[in-house]
């Protein structure tokens, strides 16, 4: 979903506009029907979204994947700043959801990016399938300790399965600090950046070095 240049400045993406609205209500009212299955009431902020990608070195990665892309925030920020040479896949499980991506992020406008709509926990089935090995990052925006304890696992090790050595998992949180020892767990490494300016306040984990041994 990115153009074969980065100089235009929307970069394959549609404005939004009245857009913005309609996407508020979409997260809200599937936060409304779906509860703790939907990591947020509302779509996060671009602080939130633009903090989740710090630090990535977009001229060197090679393959991005985004896990739970909502309505976009996230994706809008990525395709900013992914380069031609980058694949990003999109991975968003809810049909709505994807249906939203597709029409904010046309594959006409961004050739190298992909909306999938799949399971996370299949992320290394899903490189394989399209001929990809590895990714420099995994950036999530699930409601990881909502969901049940297998199948986190399941999603955290296939992830780290495709990672490379110095690759991340990113995950966004709306409850600051609250589940650092969660992520603790599962990740040698875990550091924490707030976002006080995202409502409600939140932050992000950049986790490094999985635990494998830590199975459910």
Known sequence: MIPGSTNSPNNGTKKLGKSSLSDWWL?????????????????????LSRKI???????KAKCIVELGAGTGPITQELLKRVKPHTKLLIIEKDADFCNRLRERFPSSQNPNAEIIEGDAARLDQILAERGLET??????GLP????????RYDIMASSMRVLGPNGTFRQLTVMPWVYRRLYKK???TVKFDLVPLNFPPAGVYFCQ???FSNAS
């Open 27 to 47: 997260v809200f009212s599937k936060f409304r029907k779906h509860g703790s299955k939907i990591a947020t009431m509302i779509p996060s902020s671009r602080f």
């Open 53 to 59: 990608i710090k630090g990535i070195d977009f001229d």
């Open 135 to 140: 990714a420099d990052h995994v950036v999530s």
């Open 144 to 151: 990881l300790p909502s969901i049940p304890e297998n199948i």
């Open 186 to 188: 599962y990740f040698g």
């Open 209 to 211: 070095g999985f635990r």
